[in-house]
């Protein structure tokens, strides 16, 4: 790990964001600050003459920096849905003399295979699940780094880091703290996990994303969103980042019945919602709590689990244990709370 990240840092250093993300990072719509990308390349073991796919080309950055990591001998393929992407980073890497990376355009949950295998593949745009496709083109033994759902609900993706078997299935797995946009992607019909949303006054939008509510009607959700607008009561929540990203996957992988991720115009936040009480954590970008009333039992019962989770040593997301479900196209990711 410690050669990692020397190694990691080594490249950060020698790769300038300027032509790739423009003055004040202005030049491109989609990008990831430059720490959250070396933080999940510490976990990606990429060395000198190894062969990586990348998925999420933007503004280029990321393919210069495994560029570095791989060294002359080795070599990136990166790939982009969005064309002018792809042009921009592939004219950019040639004016800053990175020969050893190809840009591809295409839909990246196929993988590329004409390209393949490879020693390392990474995402940096979330599939609806591990593709198939990403370990089947990765050797055995190679690592595969991909930003999936951990539950079927908005908001709930984790960075997930898993070692690739001789058969090609995923082993080893561990899950880390991260979230890119979702793929824009026609390979897996997409799972529509909103269940009810409304325009917001003054822009933004009110959102349910609560599996309990899946196929119930409208009624029950229109319920349920009266008292999430009405919402007179609010107290302050002590906890800050990263420490809530944490709390939120713990509560993701607990099973929790009544589970809800809430947009709340600006606001993010994540609870317990019933047909007759509402209890959220705000998440983002403030922490704070929000509930019907102060007597509210989902705000009790929200209560209630983080305590549990404060009495559990409070998990990480590193701690909670991967679990997958097979699939046509790939592998549903859940996650276990710690033994
Ligand atoms: C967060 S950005 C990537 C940032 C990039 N790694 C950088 O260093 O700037 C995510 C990218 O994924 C791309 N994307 C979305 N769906 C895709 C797909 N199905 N295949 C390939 N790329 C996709 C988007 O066009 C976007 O450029």
Same mark, same amino acid.
């Given at each position: 790990?410690?050669?990692?990240? *020397?190694?990691?840092?080594?490249?950060?250093?020698?790769?300038?964001?300027?032509?790739?993300?423009?003055?004040?990072?202005?030049?491109?719509?989609?990008?990831?600050?430059?720490?959250?990308?070396?933080?999940?390349?510490?976990?990606?073991?990429?060395?000198?003459?190894?062969?990586?796919?990348?998925?999420?080309?933007? /503004?280029?950055?990321?393919?210069?920096?495994?560029?570095?990591?791989?060294?002359?001998?080795?070599?990136?393929? !990166?790939?982009?849905?969005? =064309?002018?992407?792809?042009? *921009?980073?592939?004219?950019?890497?040639?004016?800053?003399? *990175? #020969?050893?990376?190809?840009?591809?355009?295409?839909?990246?949950?196929?993988?590329?295979?004409?390209?393949?295998?490879?020693?390392?593949?990474?995402?940096?745009?979330?599939?609806?699940?591990?593709?198939? =496709?990403?370990?089947?083109?990765?050797?055995?033994?190679?690592?595969?780094?991909?930003?999936?759902?951990?539950?079927?609900?908005?908001? /709930?993706?984790?960075?997930?880091?898993?070692?690739?078997?001789?058969? #090609?299935?995923?082993?080893?797995?561990?899950?880390?703290?991260?979230?890119?946009?979702?793929?824009?992607?026609? &390979?897996?019909?997409?799972?529509?996990?909103?269940?009810? /949303?409304?325009?917001?006054?003054?822009?933004?939008?009110?959102?349910?994303?609560?599996?309990?509510?899946?196929?119930?009607?409208?009624?029950?959700?229109?319920?349920?969103?009266?008292?999430?607008?009405?919402?007179?009561? !609010?107290?302050?929540?002590?906890?800050?980042?990263?420490?809530?990203?944490?709390?939120?996957?713990?509560?993701?992988?607990?099973?929790?019945? #009544?589970?809800?991720?809430?947009?709340?115009?600006?606001?993010?936040?994540?609870?317990?919602?019933?047909?007759?009480?509402?209890?959220?954590?705000?998440?983002?970008?403030?922490?704070?709590?929000? &509930?019907? /009333?102060?007597?509210?039992?989902?705000?009790?019962?929200?209560?209630?689990?983080?305590?549990?989770?404060?009495?559990?040593?409070?998990?990480?997301?590193?701690?909670?244990?991967?679990?997958?479900?097979?699939?046509?196209?790939?592998?549903?990711?859940?996650?276990?709370?710690?033994?």
């Amino acid at each position: 790990m410690e050669t990692e990240t *020397r190694a990691v840092d080594r490249a950060v250093a020698a790769v300038s964001e300027v032509p790739y993300r423009g003055e004040n990072g202005r030049a491109v719509r989609q990008t990831t600050p430059a720490e959250v990308i070396a933080r999940h390349l510490r976990l990606f073991d990429v060395r000198p003459g190894m062969r990586v796919l990348e998925v999420g080309t933007g /503004s280029g950055y990321s393919a210069a920096l495994l560029s570095e990591l791989v060294g002359p001998s080795g070599e990136v393929v !990166s790939v982009d849905v969005e =064309a002018s992407l792809v042009e *921009r980073a592939r004219d950019v890497h040639r004016r800053t003399g *990175r #020969h050893n990376i190809t840009s591809v355009t295409g839909d990246g949950f196929a993988g590329h295979t004409p390209a393949a295998p490879f020693d390392r593949v990474v995402g940096w745009t979330t599939p609806p699940l591990l593709p198939r =496709a990403w370990l089947e083109q990765t050797r055995p033994g190679g690592v595969v780094l991909a930003p999936v759902p951990c539950a079927p609900m908005l908001y /709930s993706t984790v960075m997930l880091r898993t070692l690739v078997a001789d058969d #090609h299935t995923p082993v080893d797995a561990s899950a880390h703290r991260g979230q890119y946009v979702p793929m824009r992607t026609a &390979a897996v019909p997409s799972a529509g996990l909103i269940e009810a /949303s409304r325009p917001r006054e003054g822009g933004g939008e009110f959102y349910l994303s609560a599996p309990w509510l899946r196929g119930r009607g409208g009624e029950l959700a229109e319920e349920v969103f009266s008292r999430l607008l009405a919402a007179p009561h !609010s107290e302050p929540f002590d906890e800050k980042w990263p420490e809530v990203e944490h709390l939120k996957t713990w509560l993701m992988a607990g099973g929790v019945e #009544h589970l809800s991720v809430a947009g709340i115009g600006r606001e993010t936040a994540i609870g317990i919602t019933t047909p007759d009480s509402v209890g959220l954590a705000v998440l983002f970008p403030e922490t704070r709590f929000l &509930a019907d /009333s102060g007597r509210s039992p989902a705000l009790a019962q929200l209560h209630a689990l983080i305590r549990r989770w404060r009495e559990a040593a409070r998990p990480r997301v590193e701690d909670l244990v991967p679990r997958f479900e097979e699939a046509a196209e790939g592998w549903r990711l859940r996650l276990a709370p710690p033994a």
